[in-house]
């Protein structure tokens, strides 16, 4: 005869927990995730984020400790869970909002549940690395939180381990969609979760509940052999996965040829070619805004310089943004707390308060590495705003107003003495394309700087010609006649007459254009410095139309742009016989600005849906980050709603199956566990193992219900009897079913109802035991 005997596996169990399996468990789900938290790694500037990620983790591993232990449902565990976020969120994720680091304020609960929807948006459109500072720890926070939880509660609860792996495999993909292009450690991330992975599942496969029971029978028996079968096959199957899962991982983490990540398809709303030239607006600020007070500066050092618009492209037409993106003047960003990384100088902080000036360009200073804004449309200003490192310019989309203010931590760079510079090169940068240069000016450059040895001494050159050779003049009505503008035509008339008339856009403009035919790296810069005498006492910069500059700058290796100023002083003006006569001269007009430039990939419209098309592009712009935000909400929703809806699948196939099994005794069977298993969602004590008379007689003490005992003994007639049940015999049966159900869960309030349906009592009850 063949004798069973139960065999026990080497190991430790304290109060009923399997130690052995226990600390098998938490290690691979800690080393699991800890591949996903690698890829953190370029994202955020600091390694704060490891301590968000890590008391993320090991408060979801207590999480789905203490309701494995106390069978917390999804529910309970998923409220226990919404718990410790908004407790401890501040501490991990937004230590800067709290008291002390540590207690939670107002601020930090509103930012903790806004940011469950902003986060994932604010990420993505911030520059990498990102400040921990600005609230961005939420989403790695969040992230570790939740798949900690679900993972950790998989590996404890489930039979195989393997169910496990699907939201930690989500976990780092998410990772991966949310970082940067260049990864941190893509071959060690995918090697790591391929062999922790394997060996986890290998593991749990040699100490499943069906390898512990070893079968003594006699040699030949088909029972023996069919047992080990089974024990291979699914040995094998649990490895296969095991390697897939690795397999899978480590292709999405190793480096592809063309990385694909979330970033890239974000399209910033904001396009700074929208928007004019500031310096096609010069005539009209020393004109219309003469002692206009346009905005205060406090705090700005001396020698410091306010500027409001940096422009490296001509075209012959205008000084403007370039399109060349990252690293050019156009390249903005929204604003965040460590801008400005690589700057170098002296520490300070200035105040702007708005009077006159309106606009997107906002007055700058230094390299800034944050801005504050204050006034009853902060909000709006800091929602809008956008900063060029590159150019050190700021702007926002919701214009500036009078009364509006902010504060800006900057960097002010130290400007080395020429001797300092004596030997230093320009620095080899590539700037963009310049067209429309007068001709005559690649030789003026030539003559000016046929002395000069050293590349400072060049651009010294090019600045003392035009400010020893040329007079300063507005062009308004009580000055000696000067057009506007600074396109070819104007700058070809400014080098070409008996004598040099202009002011700062002229001068600048010719300066840079000089400097560009010699191959030196130059750009124009629109804004202000201020001498002694226009600052008042306390130190208050006053900022209007008449004490406007521009500017140009030109790149020194290892130095940065330096500062070069090639108008001549205001009362150096031409006298009224030396100045060329002019027969009807042509009336001052501001240059159109060049024409809107398409995307080289992007073929015209036909003419006759070219009006259509300017009423949709709007909509195309946004229709792209709309989507993108919205899949991402919706994907978050959904993970934190997976666990409730695969419970919802498990117990709707479990109802299917029985309902329609093959034999219509089955089905019948199968409607009675199905009533055992609502009773025991509903918290009503059923005996595992017990028969149906057995199970009928503790189901109608608690439901109250006489016809249960009923239902059992026909149960047991249909099932054992002669003969098959007909279907409508089954069809009664389950009614009757559903009927009882029904009456258990009509005398229960709305969440007893939730919590039953949400239930794994049902799920986790041993289908050994049924008769």
Known sequence: ???????????????????????????????????????????????QYLVASIGAVVLGLALAFVGQRRRWGVLTLSGATVAVYFLLGGALALPHTAFFGVIPTLETWRQLAVGVITAWKDLLTTVPPVAASDGHLIVPFLMTLVATVLAASLALRARHAVWALLPLALYVALGILLGTAEPAAPIAQGLLFALVAVVWLGLRALWSPERAAVVAAEPGEGASNAARTRRLVSGGLVLVLAAGAGAAAAASAAPPVQRYILRDFVIPPFDIHDYASPLQSWRMFVRDHET????????????????????????????????????????????????????EGDETTVRVEVAELDGVWMPSVGSATEFAFDGSRASDLR???????????AVTTAELRPGDAYTIDTVIPAIPEDEALADVPFAPLKMPKQSGIPQSLSELASDATEDAETPIERARALEAWLQSDGYFSHGLADDVYSPSGHGSARITQLVS?????????????????????????????????????????????????????????????????????????????PSEQNTKP?????????????????????????????????????????LGPILLYTGIGLGTLALLLSPFLIIGALKAARRTRRRSAERTADRISGGWDELVDRAVDYR????????????????????????????????????????????????????????????????????????????????????SGRR
Request: proline content about 8%; cysteine-free; hydrophobic content about 40%.
């Open 684 to 767: 009503v004590p059923v005996a595992a193992g017990a028969t149906r008379v057995e199970s009928a007689e503790m189901l109608g003490e608690a439901l109250d219900e006489a016809r249960v005992t009923t239902l059992a003994t026909r149960a047991d007639a249909e099932v054992y009897g002669p003969g098959d049940p007909s279907p409508e015999d089954v069809e009664a049966f389950w009614r009757e079913v559903d009927e009882i159900v029904t009456g258990l869960a009509g005398g229960r309030g709305f969440w007893a109802r939730l919590r039953a349906r949400l239930s794994l009592r049902s799920l986790r009850r041993s289908r």
């Open 497 to 573: 007459g008996e004598q040099m008339v202009g002011d700062d856009e002229q001068y600048a403009v010719a300066m840079a254009l000089m400097a560009t035919q010699l191959g030196m790296p130059a750009r124009v810069v629109m804004g202000w410095y201020p001498d002694e005498e226009e600052r008042s006492a306390n130190g208050v910069f006053t900022a209007t139309g008449d004490n406007l500059h521009a500017w140009v700058e030109i790149a020194f290796t290892s130095h940065g742009w330096i500062p070069f100023d090639p108008t001549p002083d205001e009362d150096n003006e």
């Open 292 to 343: 206009d007070p346009l905005f205060t500066v406090s705090g700005l050092p001396e020698d410091g310089r306010v500027r409001l618009a940096t422009m490296d492209a001509y075209d012959g037409i205008v000084f403007n943004v370039a399109d060349d993106g990252a690293g050019s003047s156009s390249a903005f960003t929204a604003v965040r707390s460590n801008m400005s990384p690589a700057a």
């Open 1 to 47: 005869m063949s004798r069973v005997t139960g065999v026990k596996l080497p190991g430790l169990n304290l109060a009923g927990i399997d130690v052995r399996r226990l600390i098998t468990d938490v290690a691979a789900v800690v080393l699991l995730l800890a591949v996903g938290i690698i890829g953190f790694a370029t994202t955020f500037e600091t390694g």
């Open 582 to 622: 002019r027969a009807n001269p042509k009336p001052q007009v501001l240059q159109p600005p060049p024409p809107a430039q398409e995307p080289a990939e992007a073929p015209p419209a036909p003419a006759e849906d070219r009006g259509q098309d300017d009423e949709e592009e709007p909509a195309e712009n946004w």
């Open 383 to 393: 929602r809008g705003a956008h900063f060029n490192d590159a150019t050190g310019t």
